[in-house]
């Protein structure tokens, strides 16, 4: 079936910034976005799943359920959950310090020969032209379609998943895979802003470490407790958008608030000098991003994944276009 994902890997002008677009794209993957009937039911949305959505669908709706390990007593809760007993003593640190900071680290979770692998399957999968770098030029995306190793073995890790399971409280729906060769020197943002759900916070994320990283291959920073903050989305800032377009400047006047927002609290920025088969693990609001490449021509090979939760609304806040959750 034809799509227009291939045209907006390239397209970065008018016509990603055209709603319209999104619009023919979401009915071209119509049986995708079927499911969402049901969930428009369930928390009151009334639209049509092809028309744009954002957070702003939901602003006069009744507050939903948010995740339990983002609720009020949540240590409390997590220590007395009858299968947190189950965790070896590190990984019931790690938990607590999810709760708390938003994030932490399994210290190699792969075998370095696993990620030697790994690398090697994008380095064929690039040469044999099966999957390419996206507009950005820094992003493969979802290489996983093009690899059942990757897939299995990584994205839909089984011991991984059971611990995204019980962190989000519910089954998590594997979403999609970037792959860096270099690091992405991406600013300050939180993975909400780009893959959001309703009720917030049903989603969860992975950084896999393909090679070390030091201070001069641009290491991923993060901003410990930040995920606490309340969700900035586009009716936050002037994100320029209208009832037919998007914003042309909108993430970038999303970057600038979220400098605002860090300028006013007192996070301390840290950085993940990873080891290969590192794997951090991250919520779905806490700030972090890429720091700049100071070292000409260094690589910093990793995989990112993003984890959805079943039963919510899945959606690009940026975008304002349903998830194609499945695809």
């Known amino acids: 079936m034809i799509s227009l ?32 009937k049901e969930l428009y039911k369930k928390f009151g949305l009334r ?18 359920e948010i995740p339990w390990l983002d609720r009020p007593y949540a240590m409390d809760a997590l220590v007395q959950h009858p299968d947190f007993q ?8 790690m938990l607590k310090q999810f709760v708390d900071k938003g994030y932490f680290i399994l210290k190699g979770f792969y075998d370095v020969d696993e990620v030697e692998k790994l690398n090697a399957e994008i380095a064929r999968l690039l040469e044999q032209k099966r999957t390419d770098f996206n507009y950005t030029g820094r992003k493969i995306m979802d290489a996983y379609r093009e690899s059942a190793f990757i897939d299995r073995h990584f994205f839909r890790n089984p011991r991984l998943l059971k611990l995204l399971d019980f962190i989000m409280g519910r089954k998590v729906l594997p979403f999609q895979t970037i792959h860096f060769i270099e690091g992405s020197e991406q600013k300050t943002h939180s993975d909400s802003i780009h893959m959001t759900t309703q009720p917030p916070g049903y989603l969860i994320a992975t950084w ?3 090679e070390e990283t030091h201070e001069g291959n641009g290491p991923l920073f993060y901003y410990p407790g930040s995920h606490r903050l309340p969700y900035l989305m586009c009716p936050d800032y002037d994100s320029g958008n209208t009832t037919w377009q998007l914003g042309e400047n909108s993430y970038r006047h999303y970057e600038e608030k979220i400098e605002e927002v860090l300028a006013k609290n007192t996070f301390q920025k840290e950085y993940f ?19 700049p490449i100071t070292r000409k021509g260094s690589t910093r090979k990793s995989m990112v994944a993003h984890y959805f939760c079943e039963g919510v609304i899945c959606y690009h806040e940026i975008s304002q276009r349903p998830a194609l959750v499945g695809s």
């Open 273 to 291: 000098f990873a080891r290969k088969g590192d794997v951090l693990i991250w919520h779905a609001n806490l700030l972090h991003g890429g720091s």
């Open 208 to 210: 896999t470490a393909l």
């Open 86 to 93: 189950n965790f070896t003593k590190e990984e019931q640190e």
């Open 5 to 36: 994902r291939d045209i907006f890997k390239k397209q970065t002008g008018f016509l990603r910034g055209l709603k319209l677009a999104y619009v023919i794209n979401n009915l071209l993957n119509a049986d995708k976005l079927q499911q969402n």
């Open 47 to 64: 639209k049509s799943i092809f028309s744009p959505v954002g957070s702003q669908d939901f602003l006069t709706l009744p507050q939903s």
